[in-house]
Structure formats: structure tokens, C-alpha cells
């Protein structure tokens, strides 16, 4: 399969304000990371290979002085722990330093002022900032008026463009490889963005995807449509148990009991959504188990020590990624 | 015009808990900064090309180590984003550290704990305290049981002298010059201490003040007089068009619907204090539009384009001067 | 007196999950820092005497980079201002980089995730880990999920140990030695978990001690008991008269109204627990007045400037003892 970009990829060009370097070594500089969308290919192959170098020097030394005088503006209108940890470990891992910005309703905004106000305040005192905002779009908006690069760490339903490709990565290094797996998502994957993202990704290595969630709680239709475009094998299911011996990686979302007006349909259901070591018996031996975390129930810690449990080291590949987009986007990878 | 201290100067010996320097490069060592009365003439062109060194260093190469290894207590009685962030971003750059303690209800304070045995904890953990408080006077407080250095970051309706300094900075930088300078200040002229308090250094420099404001949001008489005794030329106005022609520096200010008990008055007014392209058609090539931020609608965004519209540049030139303070009250300067 | 190591020292292999260095370079390494009674003396002997490298180190060049690229994760589920800002400027004194999470509410703890996720998730980012959590025993359960060292900074009724060596090392800097000292420790002994840990550390010294309390707040039996087994002399008494002359540490803590149903019974004893310098006049000249902090009117701000009153100091010396934690758990000490 060639290098492709998806369809939404036509958004690209108007996400990155700078000129994608033709070669290897400005990539990214001075861009905004908005979207996977804006992601071909060759990206992902370039941005996972530094984020492995990432990894390795790590493993090695521990830090390194990459970002030395750097400051990231770590600006997150609804909290997210995890998130903001790992970026910021990843800027510290590389000897930057960060100014936090989390509480949002302190913040100027509480004053009523705009977000493109807000980013044109912190570029004066930053040279990256990674943004967290309730709302849709809401980083495309700051990056409109940005003139240091913008990282979207979540808006709202829309995208959270770093937690797919540390999603992606995690499942290249525990596997070797990307092309033509069986990707198996379970759960929740109406309101999962993240399992939106990474069908998205995974299209682009030939995958096939297999949607096992309750009834109410189906994969949109608009991404079974727009995938289907480009030739995924798409299937859906309500149980696990069809497709848990074909699979490579099982990703596990949360199903809420929120979600359901009829707590008899949750109760009926969500047995089949919790993975247990009695699930993974029937899977195969090299299979990649996954979820986003934070869990609350949906795969029993008596799976924590199955060595087909990733869901840790997924943490920590994502502070292998964040590291790489940062240095990418600061010219220094 | 000889360099010379304002009346309010007197408190200047008080505000220092160490003797000036008399040459330059101890100049501020170990001082509080606490009130823009402590500062002469000579003082201020001191901090200015401190702050202009920091500009040109941060545009060359970014950061630099100068405070590597000093550490700043942020200390946030209440929010402020913006003012925190600065700092911090100027400690950063510095190569220092910073322990932020934003979150006052939390804080030892919660539990009854003085300001003076706040200030003494926290000098054993850091070299110089910047200090957020609701109070008037906090600062000074704070400044009479300190042994390291207190940055007064705004106490109340008291001082916020880093402000006035930044804004001065700002028209320094701006138009190359502060001396006899015609000077309009627009909007809540009452309650906002930051035009209280650039007005009072700008009288260092032979400046005309015009005030225009809505009749209850005067300048405060006592100001007025303050600086008539020092020969300043000040006029009032209901309407920014009279003044507009003859103005080298706008300052907007915000008009709070809050302050009005009569609405039907606030509707009648608020146009008048809304700058718009078509507003600065009237203006000086060279007038300097300044803001100190969060704006709400008192400059339409269609004016940010406009040269003249120097308040995000104002913001950067506060992470100068706040690194040239840092660097100073440190001995590093 | 020999090296001995208290009854509820038996915990001490189980809480520490990597073996004791034989030679002092590498003690500690790897360790967790849950308990008192996971101390011999041999090892409180070594952990001052690196916090006095650490103390000398920090007066003469104020910073080193000993843990340069070292990140400490400080997660603190309820707040403490003093105790985080405390580690914050330990770890950022050597060099290192600290990821704060203090806003509980926010945490990914409010979606529900257990501690042991939590702990995992930010061990993926950072080299250690300070744990301020409510409930009793969650330093312990966090150790046994973690691969990286877990120092508790305080959890519910249960352990504060860095408190305890720092209350430690304090009378040890401030008196020069620690065997066979009068201590007495005055206000609530019932719920201070200060003072049931700092009784233990001395009852290895050989140490008499004197409890003066409200009738409601006295030391709890089973503390009593369980020194008593190791032979300490332990008295008790409801005013600090009969035993201030001998004292040779004053241990003061808060004695709070709420603790009272009565509050005629808390008016009436109020003033024997108060400190001024009357109380002091029949102290002895070299004796050593301490509190955990904050203080509300336990002592006279009158007695801040006698120089018995060592609780300032306390703190600062806190920074050194929290330094030589930091250092030694990762293996730098």
C-alpha cells in the first residue's frame, strides 16, 4: 500500500501555519498539531521514529537537554491529570520548563476574555503552548491567531490528535509492526473520541476493524461510512466472543451507566464489556490489550500482570510521543 | 527636568530593607519592590535598560542561566493568570525555578495562618517571593518580616508597581522616548490602580494627562491634586474626541457595567469608550493603543491588525521588565 | 545505648521493596519512605548527615544539580502548602524538576480511578513519587503497586515520617546531639500524629519525655505503652510548670476549640497552652522551642524574636532532610 492521506486530510494544509519541510530534519517545525488528520503516512512513520530515539535516550540517560530554555504554556480549561502530567514530563525530560495553566476558573477567561486573547497573551511568555478546552474546534480557533505552534490535547468531542498516535505507537512497538492488523475496539465507541481517532490512523495500515459495543453505544455511522471509503473491513458486534481468537489488539473503552435510560439494558450489558484473565484465556498469545485509563472496572486487575496488559506502558509510550511532537514542533527533533 | 522622587518617595527608606547601592550593579540587591513611589528617575532608566538587555538577550538566544539555581515563591492570595504566568515565564527564562501557590483556599492561610509566618515558611524554601494579595498594604506587611526579597504583584486597591513599570516600558519602547509626552487615559479612571499608578511615573517625565471617563468614574481628586502639586498638566473629558488628535498614548481601560447603578446611564455611555478602526482614523501615524488587559470589548479585535495596537507587545515587554526585577533584587543584574 | 530498632520496626523489610544497601553509598536507593519504624538509628545517623552536606551545600552555593533530569511526580490528594512547596523546593535545590498534582477534585481520582492506577500511570513520568493522600495506609498500598520509590508526605491519622526526621534534625542541629535529651511536648498529643511519631524517633535516643495536655488530649495509651516497653520515662501532666525548667525541647502544638464539647472546659484551659515571653523567663537559656506550623496563637509573636525559638528554622532545616530523602531514594545521595 502506498503512502495515503485520508480524506479529511485536505484540512492540512490550513492546520499548519508554516511549511511542512520537505526534508526530515525542519519537519513539523513551527506547525500546529490539530488533527490526525493532518497526519499522512510518512508522518507517522517520521514522528514514531523520533519518538523511539526518545525512548531509547530515556532508557539511557534518563534526560536530555533538547528543549533546555524552552517554555511550554500548558493551558487546560477542563482538567485532564493524565494529560497534563505527561506533557509535562515530556518537556521536563527534555530540560524545558513549563508554566501551568489549569485553573480555569481563575484564569482570565473567568474575566470574560476570548481564547484567541488568552493564546496571544501566553506566546509572549511560552514558545509552544498544548491546549485543553471543553469546546469543538476550539484549537483550529487558537491556532487561527497562534503565532507559536498549538497542540491540541483535547477539544471537546473533536479531536485529541497526540492520544491517537500514542495509541498507534504503542501498538508498532509492542507488536513490531502496523500493517494489516485486527483491531478489535469494545466498549463505548458512540462517544469515544479516542476510538475515533485511532480508526482513522489504523485505516491507513490496511487494517481491519471489528466494533464489539452495546447496542446503543455503536461507532457513529459518518465513520463506518468515511472509513469504508477507503477500504477498511469494517464488522460490528455486541459480544466479544466472535472475533476475540482473530484479534491483534483489543481496545477497551469504558461503557458509562450514564449513557443508558434504561439501567436493566446496563445491567443486562455490561458484563460482556469487563475483560477478566478468564477472557484473555481464549486470546491469542501475542495480543495487545489496551484502554486509555483511567478504568473503572472494565478489565479486572488480575489482567494487570497478563504480559499482554499494555495499558501502563501505553503511558508511557504517550510521554515517548509528546516528547517527540514537542521537539518536532520546537525544530529540535 | 533633574531627576526627582515624588512626594510619596519619602516612603521609599521604609519600603528598602537594604541601603541602595550606589553604583549600578548592586542597585536593588536584596530590596522589596513594593510601590512605584519608591522609585526615582534614575531608578526607573536603571530598570529600563536592565529590561532592554533582557529583550535583546531572550531575542537572540532565548534563555540563559542567569538565575540558575534561584528559586521564586509565587505566592497568589487570589487569581491572577496573567501576572503569575509572566513571572513565572521571566523566572524560566532566567533559568530559575518556580514553587507556585496558587491555590490560596488551600494554602496554610485556610487554617489561620498570618501572612508574616507564611512569608517567613516560605523564605526558607525559595530566594525572592512574589506576592498576590487582596489587601491593601499586604505587601508592605509581608515586606516587614521578610529576609528575602517581596515583589509586590498587586495588593488590593493598593499598587501593582510591576504594572506601571511595564507600562512604561512599553511606551518607552514603543516610541523611543517618555519625556513630554501627551498622554490619554480612557475608560474606569477611578477604580483601576493601574492608570492611578502610571500616571503618577509618567509626572516624572513632564507628561500631559488627559482623563476621559464617564462623570462617576472620575479620576480620584486626591490623584488630581497629587500630581498638580508636581506641576503636571491634567485635563478631564466625558469624550475621547476632543483629545484624540493631540494623543501620543492611548490607555483603554475597561468600563464594568457593575459600576453603574443606573443601566440606562451605562447604555448611554459605553459606545464612547469602545475603540474601533474608524476611532483610530483621528489618531497620530505614531499614537501607541495600549490595554493592560483582559480586554472585554473595550478594543474590537478588528483593530488588533493596526501597528498602533501595541497591548500584546505590552505583555511581552512585562516578561522584560519582570526578569530585569527578578534579575536585580537577585544581585544578578 | 546500641543501635536498636523499635518494635514496629518489623514492618521495615516490607516497606522497603528493594534490599538495604550494606554500605552506606547506595542506602536507600530504590527504597520507599512510608514509616518512622522502618528506621534504625544507624539509618536516621546517615540521613542526617547527608541533610548536613545538604545544608552546608545549599549555604555555600545555594544549588547543585545532583538530581539534574530527575522529575518528582507530587501527587496530594488533600493540601498542604508547606509540606509540597517543601519537596517542590528540595527537588528544584538539586536540580530536579517536580510535576505538581495538588487539584484532587480534578484528578483522574474524580473519575473514579483506584490509587494503585494512579500511582502506576505517573510512575511512567517521573523517577519518584510524593504521596499526601487522607486515609490511613495509602502510603503502603502505593508502595506495593509501585516500581519507582514512594515517599509518604503524610497519610491520614497515619505516618508523616519526613516530619518526624525533620523535628528530628532539628533538635540535633539546634542542640548539637540527641542522647538523653528532656523533651516535652505540650497542647494536643492526641491527635498529633507530629508528636506520636516524633515520641518513637526519640525513644531510640534514650530520650525523657514529658506530656502536658488538656485531660481530653492526652498521649493515647497504646503510644505510652509501647514506649514504656522500650523503657522510656514518660510523665504526664496538665501544665508545662512543673516540668519547663528541665526541659531541654519544648515540642508545641495547636490545641483546637473543636476538639471540645465543653467550651467552658476549653476556655478554662486554653491559656495554660499558650507561649509568650513570660513562659520562656523560667526556661533554660539553650533550650529549644519548636512547632510543626502553622501556628494560631499557640505562640506570642512576641517570642519570634528569642533565640530559643527555632521553629523557622524548623522548616528550613525540613528542606534539608526532604533534600537527603530525595538524593538517597534515588541512589545520588
Redesign the interface.
Known amino acids: 500500500m502506498a503512502t495515503r492521506t485520508m480524506g479529511v486530510g485536505r484540512k492540512r494544509s490550513s492546520a499548519a501555519h508554516l511549511p511542512l519541510g520537505e526534508r526530515g530534519d525542519g519537519r513539523f517545525y513551527g506547525q500546529h498539531i490539530l488533527s490526525v488528520a493532518q497526519f499522512a503516512r510518512t508522518d507517522l512513520e517520521y514522528i514514531f521514529a523520533v519518538a523511539e530515539e526518545m525512548r531509547l535516550m530515556v532508557e539511557r540517560?534518563?534526560?536530555?537537554d533538547l528543549l533546555?530554555?524552552?517554555?511550554l504554556?500548558s493551558l487546560f480549561y477542563e482538567?485532564s491529570?493524565?494529560t497534563s502530567?505527561?506533557f509535562?514530563?515530556a518537556m521536563?525530560?527534555l530540560?524545558g520548563?513549563v508554566?501551568?495553566?489549569?485553573?480555569v476558573k481563575?484564569?482570565?477567561v473567568?474575566?470574560?476574555?476570548?481564547l484567541?486573547?488568552?493564546v496571544?497573551?501566553?506566546e509572549?511568555?511560552?514558545?509552544v503552548i498544548v491546549l485543553r478546552h471543553p469546546e469543538t474546534g476550539a484549537a483550529a480557533t487558537a491556532a487561527r491567531y497562534a503565532r507559536k505552534p498549538i497542540i491540541n490535547a483535547g477539544d471537546g468531542t473533536g479531536e485529541h490528535p497526540t492520544q491517537a498516535l500514542l495509541d498507534l505507537f504503542t501498538i508498532r512497538e509492542e507488536l513490531g509492526r502496523l500493517e494489516g492488523l485486527t483491531v478489535t475496539m469494545l466498549g463505548d465507541l458512540k462517544y469515544g473520541r479516542t476510538v475515533h481517532s485511532l480508526s482513522r490512523l489504523l485505516a491507513l495500515y490496511g487494517a481491519k476493524l471489528n466494533y464489539v459495543s452495546p447496542e446503543i453505544l455503536r461507532m457513529p455511522p459518518y465513520i463506518v461510512e468515511e472509513l469504508g471509503k477507503f477500504g477498511v473491513e469494517q464488522k460490528e458486534y455486541t459480544t466479544l466472543d466472535p472475533v476475540l481468537a482473530e484479534t491483534d489488539v483489543l481496545y477497551v473503552t469504558r461503557v458509562q451507566k450514564e449513557r443508558f435510560e434504561d439501567l436493566k439494558v446496563y445491567e443486562s450489558v455490561k458484563g460482556a464489556f469487563v475483560i477478566t484473565p478468564e477472557t484473555l484465556k481464549n486470546a491469542k498469545q501475542d495480543m495487545v490489550l489496551m484502554h486509555p485509563?483511567?478504568?473503572?472496572g472494565e478489565i479486572s486487575?488480575d489482567v494487570d500482570s497478563d504480559p499482554r496488559a499494555a495499558y501502563?506502558r501505553q503511558?508511557?509510550y504517550?510521554?515517548y510521543v509528546r516528547m517527540a511532537l514537542l521537539a518536532m514542533v520546537l525544530g529540535k527533533a
Open positions: 540517560v534518563g534526560t536530555f533546555k530554555g524552552k517554555i504554556a482538567p491529570t493524565r502530567s505527561s509535562t514530563a521536563e525530560r530540560g520548563s508554566i501551568p495553566i489549569s485553573e481563575y484564569s482570565s473567568a474575566k470574560g476574555e476570548s484567541p486573547d488568552t496571544r497573551t501566553l509572549c511568555y511560552s514558545d485509563l483511567p478504568r473503572v486487575m501502563f503511558m508511557e504517550g510521554l
